[in-house]
């Protein structure tokens, strides 16, 4: 099974910048996407970016509007989510999320899931 490790949440003030980290292992050359999501308590899980099959990214632009970025480096099996500009809307769990197959910002659609990594953003 793949497993997947986030880390890199924390507390920043409105306007502040952080990249969160997903460690991924038991990786096979199955696992064809990957992505973040962030979840409020008490409201769905969301889509936030994506890779697409053949490396290209998609986002949730009503979610990031335009200020985060999505990476990975291979080398290391990691994937990345830079977070610029942090607003409080930004708070929540964001977790990193794999599937095989073909990508999707749908939450419901991945099989492996991270523990979550907690970004709070303070006005």
């Known amino acids: 099974q793949v497993q997947l490790v986030e880390s890199g949440g924390g507390s920043v003030q409105t306007g502040g910048s952080l990249r969160l980290s997903c460690a991924v292992s038991?990786?096979?050359?199955?696992?064809?996407?990957a992505g973040w999501f962030r979840q409020v308590p008490g409201k769905e899980r969301e889509g936030v970016a994506v890779?697409?099959?053949?490396?290209?990214?998609?986002y949730n632009s009503d979610s990031v509007k335009g200020r985060f970025t999505i990476s990975r480096d291979n080398s290391k099996n990691t994937v990345y989510l830079q977070m610029n500009s942090l607003e409080p809307e930004d708070t929540a769990m964001y977790y990193c999320?794999?599937?095989?197959?073909?990508?999707?910002?749908?939450?419901?659609?991945?099989?492996?899931w991270g523990q979550g990594t907690q970004v709070t953003v303070s006005s």
């Open positions: 890779f697409d099959t053949y490396g290209g990214v998609t």
């Open positions: 999320a794999a599937k095989k197959g073909e990508p999707t910002l749908e939450a419901g659609r991945f099989g492996y």
């Open positions: 038991g990786y096979t050359d199955g696992w064809m996407s």
